[in-house]
């Protein structure tokens, strides 16, 4: 994935990814190593088809990356997937900065009468 | 310098966001709450917002349009959930269609502004997540703020390293 290349529906599928609680655990624990999707199973009250399916979503959007090793199904973060998120943080903080700055400048104003 | 500091979490998909200005609480709330002044620093230079509409009291919608270099109108919403003068704020905001209604499968943001009084200046804290708020209250009544936290820093030493490979 070329992460300077997101588009829109690129960008849709991260944040939607990223909205459930479920799924930032599993993207936090196999960021830190990897995880079987029965080892992942194992730790919700879900079933392994529900686990199946969050890893898949993830999947799509690049957050973890899966491998078949034997019978099992190896889940393991996907760096330039966490760091697109990263980058588009950092251009909302970029955002919010620019607008703090305005703000003072306006305030810098001579005081109205209102 | 206005801003102090700023924090964004990949995580939890939040941006806290902290600055001081000179000036007292009352000025700056009325950033907030003066449409006319909201819409001088709400969008970027060159892409200046309008606030049609702008019911400032909770349960109130606000609905606003930015104008484009290229002169499309791309719309927002807010809800006004908390308004408690002169010290907080929290809004949900998200897109809207050509006709100013949410566009629901885009989901809604959450923000929380608080002001506090520094002896005549102002600190303003915003916190803004592309989350519910109630998603973000379950994750740390579970005990797992100090979890994300640490996570968080490891994720960032691991793209370090990731990006040095």
């Keep these: 994935m070329v992460v300077d290349q997101l588009d829109d529906t690129g960008i ?4 939607q990814a990223l909205a459930d609680p479920t799924r930032r655990d599993i ?10 999707v029965s080892g992942l199973a194992a ?3 879900m079933s392994f088809a529900a686990v199946q399916k969050h890893v898949a979503v993830l999947e799509r959007a690049s957050l973890v990356s899966k491998e078949k090793r034997g019978r099992e199904q190896i889940v393991r973060g996907n760096h330039e997937g966490l ?8 251009e909302y903080e970029e955002i919010w900065r620019q607008r703090a700055a305005r703000i003072a400048d306006i305030l810098a104003e001579e005081p109205k009468n209102n | 310098m206005t801003v102090i500091s700023t924090t964004t979490n ?3 998909l939040s941006l806290t966001l902290v600055a001081e200005f000179d000036a007292d609480v009352e000025r700056v709330w009325q950033v907030w709450e003066d449409p006319r002044q909201l819409e001088r620093w ?10 049609e509409k702008h019911e400032f009291t909770p349960g109130g919608e606000a609905g606003y349009y930015m104008t484009t270099p290229e002169g499309e109108k791309p719309r927002g ?3 006004f959930t908390r308004i408690e003068r002169p010290h907080r704020l929290e809004l949900d905001d998200g897109f809207a269609d050509e006709n100013g209604s949410p566009v629901e499968e885009m989901g809604a943001g959450h923000v929380v502004v608080t002001l506090e009084d520094l002896a005549g200046r102002t600190r303003m804290t915003v916190l803004s997540t592309f989350d519910s708020e109630e998603q973000m209250t379950q994750m ?7 979890g994300m936290k640490e996570a968080a820093g490891q994720i960032d030493s691991v793209l370090a390293s990731h990006a040095h490979a």
């Design chain 1, 12 to 15: 849709d599928r991260l944040f």
């Design chain 1, 83 to 90: 760091q697109s998120v990263r980058r588009l943080l950092d």
């Design chain 1, 43 to 45: 730790l919700y009250a």
């Design chain 2, 140 to 146: 740390l009544e579970m005990g797992m703020e100090e």
């Design chain 2, 42 to 51: 709400w969008g970027p230079p060159g892409y200046p917002a309008t606030f």
């Design chain 2, 10 to 12: 990949p995580e939890t």
């Design chain 1, 27 to 36: 993207v936090r624990r196999v960021t830190l190593g990897e995880y079987s």
């Design chain 2, 77 to 79: 919403w807010w809800r």
